[in-house]
Each structure stands twice: as C-alpha cells, then as structure tokens.
C-alpha cells in the first residue's frame, strides 16, 4: 500500500500536513441553505475538505425492524432518514460552492448506485463508512473508480479491516487511507483507544487518521501526536439544533481552534532526532555553566575549591573538568570572575 496518497491538490501522508475533514454529514437537517453554510463555516475553520452523507432511505434501512414480540413494527429511522436525504442536485452545488473555496467535496455513498453517482459527479476520493466495512458489493464497486478511497475502521476487528482493505485493492483502488473510529456518538474517552492508530499503520504502511466523535480537541490532538494523517470531525452550525449529529459536533469557532492547534502541535512535532533546534543553540551558552575565577590568584598558586565557581554562562571549561583543575596551579597571575581555560594552568 502506499504511504501517501493525493486527493485533488492535497498530499496526504509522509511529511504533509493533516488533512481535516469537517463532517458536515446529516448536519444540514434537510435544508440546503444550512448546507451552503455549513460549506462557507467549513471553509472559515480551514478544513480540507467538506463531506455530506448521500444515500436514500429505501437504500440505507429497512423501513421494518423486529418488534422483539415475533412480529416486525416501523423502523422510525426510516422516517428521519426520508428527510435528510440530500436531493441529488444539491450534490453539484455544494461541490461547486467547496471547490470555489479551495476545498475538496466529498460524500459517504451508502449505496452503489449513490457511488456511480458521485463518480460521475467527479468527486476526487470516496469515504466509506464504518458500518460498510463488510459491504463487499460496495467495496468494489467505489474500488473500481480508481479514486482515493478512505475507509473508517469504527467497531471492527484487525481480520476485518484487513478483508475489506484486500478486497478494495484486488477491486482497483491503489490509493487507500484508514480512519480509526469509535462507532459511539459521541464515545466515552475510554472506549476511544488512540494507541490503534499505531498499529493500523504499523500493519498497512498506509495514512492512517481518526474519525473522532469525542467532544473537545483532546483526541484529535492526540490522533496527530501520534501520527494521524487526517482528522474527521462533525461539524454543526449549532450543537443545540436537533437532529442525530448535532450533539457530537464541533461548532464553527471550535472546529477553528481544533484545525489552528493542529497545525501549531504539528510544526511542534519536529523529528525523531534528540537534538537542539537552531533557535536553541545560543542558550547552550547563556543557560549552562563554566569554571570561573573566584578570587584574585597570583601565577604558581595551587588551586583550591574556593578559588573557583561554577556558574552561568558557559564560557571557559565545562563543570566536569573541575575534579582535574582542583590541584593544579595558575600558570599566570589570575583575576577574578574571568572564566578559567586550561591555558591558564599548569601543573
């Protein structure tokens, strides 16, 4: 697999930088004016990208579930589902109105007609949700476009992951990036489990990300201090409107601090080399010691511990030559608070 892919002008991977997706996702609550703006807030906070979820009711969920007497009653999903449908038309709208700003478009596809739809639209990668991890009908079919896939990992194991990310590259898809998830809304902090992030990439050389549903900024934080590639991250207008994300949802000024943090925790990132930073070099001299002159001594003297300090700055022998120079004797006449250098002594 590769470890760097590319969606539209975004690199994602190796030493780019994190790839946000604001999840605008049912946020919209059927309306496309709230869509139009859930796009512009997207595009204010610095997100990457914006993504919407496509399906249709009839093609998502059932519209009978069991009863749990033996019979079957009305799924009321179904109807909520009905009305946050996106019609079709506002796909192409909001996909002009996101690349207008510099960002990519992308939607969940939760059937495979809805995916030859985006295709043809031209959206530049596709985002499959956790709960069709083992949808191999839809695997292969958004596999087969050759577009950038990413494929959230939510409530599956590693044998899992591991079977829709062959079928996905036996299907076509060379460009693959996995999300970690917690399929909770939002989870408790425990059930998060960031350490997985490792190990996705450990067994995939691939991006890895977080598809974080936790409120705050302490997981996606932590996601990018532990490598993530891409952050995806509800995004709602207002956390008190109703609907099924609303509540798990970041508003516009948070999803803002969230992207500004991220960026300024990876430029802090640095690399794995244990070294100081060109900006630091000058305090090696200014917060560290040297072996100064604690009195006048006259050439000849012996040296004793209290004709000597150490103290800042560095100037003159390092603190670790002090056991060599107590003993010696000044090869000169020496004055005090001068730094002391091997010069100055003699045996």
């Not at 590769?2 to 919209?28: L, P, Q, T, W």
């Not at 076509?172 to 990036?177: K, L, N, Q």
């Not at 917060?287 to 700055?313: P, Q, S």
Request: glycine share 8%; proline share 5%; net charge neutral.
């Amino acid at each position: 697999m590769k470890k760097k892919i590319k969606i539209g002008d975004h690199c994602i991977g190796g030493k780019a930088g994190v790839y946000v997706i604001a999840e605008a996702g049912s946020n919209h609550n059927g309306s496309l004016e709230l869509a139009r703006e859930l796009v512009e807030a997207a595009s204010l906070a610095g997100a990457s990208a914006v993504k919407f979820q496509s399906f249709t009711a009839e093609g998502l969920v059932n519209p009978l579930r069991p009863d749990g007497r033996g019979g079957w009653e009305s799924e009321p999903a179904f109807a909520v589902l009905e009305n946050l449908s996106i019609p079709w038309p506002w796909h192409l709208e909001l996909k002009t109105l996101a690349e207008s700003r510099g960002m990519d478009f992308i939607s969940t596809p939760f059937s495979t007609q809805v995916a030859e739809l985006l295709y043809l639209a031209g959206v530049k990668a596709f985002k499959v949700a956790s709960g069709d991890i083992n949808n191999e009908p839809l695997l292969r079919v958004v596999a087969s476009y050759g577009r950038p896939v990413i494929l959230s990992t939510g409530a599956s194991y590693m044998n899992e992951v591991e079977e829709a990310v062959s079928i996905l590259t036996e299907a076509g898809a060379a460009e693959i990036a996995l999300l970690h998830c917690s399929s909770l809304y939002p989870p408790d902090f425990k059930n998060v489990n960031l350490r997985a992030l490792a190990t996705l990439a450990e067994r995939f050389s691939c991006p890895v990300g977080i598809s974080d549903h936790t409120p705050g900024l302490a997981v996606s934080l932590g996601a990018v201090a532990m490598g993530a590639k891409i952050i995806e991250k509800h995004l709602t207008l207002d956390r008190k409107m109703s609907g099924p994300d609303h509540g798990c949802s970041m508003e516009p000024e948070e999803f803002k601090i969230m992207v500004s943090e991220a960026r300024r925790l990876e430029e802090a990132m640095g690399s794995p080399i244990k070294q100081p930073s060109q900006a630091e070099l000058v305090e090696r001299t200014g917060a560290r010691r040297g072996i100064y002159v604690n009195m006048d001594i006259k050439k000849e003297t012996l040296i004793t511990g209290e004709m000597v300090k150490v103290v800042r700055h560095a100037y003159g022998l390092k603190p670790k030559a002090l056991k060599d120079v107590l003993g010696m004797r000044a090869a000169r006449d020496l004055t005090k608070d001068m730094p002391l250098g091997w010069e100055d002594l003699c045996r």
